[in-house]
């Protein structure tokens, strides 16, 4: 694995991408153009908030 540091031998890591679609009358995105990256980025951070043992690092979010 060229490359990847390997921090902790029982710790797993993973680089996830996707693209999703929002539907811009829904409530998720703000009412701010400019700040929906950032709202894409707090729905997702809050989605896997309440799991243990879970942590986040370095979470990109880019509109397209």
Known sequence: MDGVKKVNSTNKQFSVTFVM????????????????????RDLIHNIFHDIDDVKFHNLNVRER
């Open 21 to 40: 679609e929002v539907d811009e009358a829904c409530n998720v995105l703000s009412t701010v153009e400019d700040a929906h990256e950032e709202d894409v």
